[in-house]
């Protein structure tokens, strides 16, 4: 059974950092793009990080850049995702995800990626 399980979220205040984990298994992601997105009520999910699953290069949403890091352990099928000086707009539920096939041109795009994992909260108070 394939599972991608996030953990890390909570509740920080403004200027606060925190580190998401994901942790995937029952197939082998060392080859996929890993992506983080996010979610409020009311709109769609939003694209906030990825790495490239040829090169491991790094793409960025412009309201995280400078302040989130994507990362990953291969060989422990884990990804990252290290937020600093957090602002209340980065309040959501945050999910991991992975795809297989990607193309480069729809690394942003949630449609692409096939694995989806249940998410967890970050709520950045003011």
């Known amino acids: 059974q394939v599972q991608l399980v996030e953990s890390g979220g909570g509740l920080v205040e403004t200027g606060d950092s925190l580190s998401l984990s994901c942790v995937a298994s029952?197939?082998?992601?060392?080859?996929?793009?890993m992506g983080w997105f996010r979610q409020v009520p009311g709109k769609e999910r939003e694209f906030v990080a990825a790495?490239?699953?040829?090169?491991?290069?790094?793409y960025y949403a412009d309201s995280v850049k400078g302040r989130f890091a994507i990362s990953r352990d291969r060989a422990k099928n884990t990804v990252y995702l290290q937020m600093n000086n957090l602002k209340p707009e980065d309040t959501g539920v945050y999910y991991c995800?992975?795809?297989?096939?990607?193309?480069?041109?729809?690394?942003?795009?949630?449609?692409?990626?096939?694995?989806w994992g249940q998410g967890t909260q970050v709520t950045v108070s003011s």
């Open positions: 995800a992975a795809a297989p096939t990607i193309i480069l041109s729809n690394i942003r795009e949630a449609r692409g990626y096939d694995y």
């Open positions: 029952g197939r082998t992601f060392s080859r996929d793009t």
């Open positions: 790495t490239w699953r040829a090169t491991g290069y790094t």
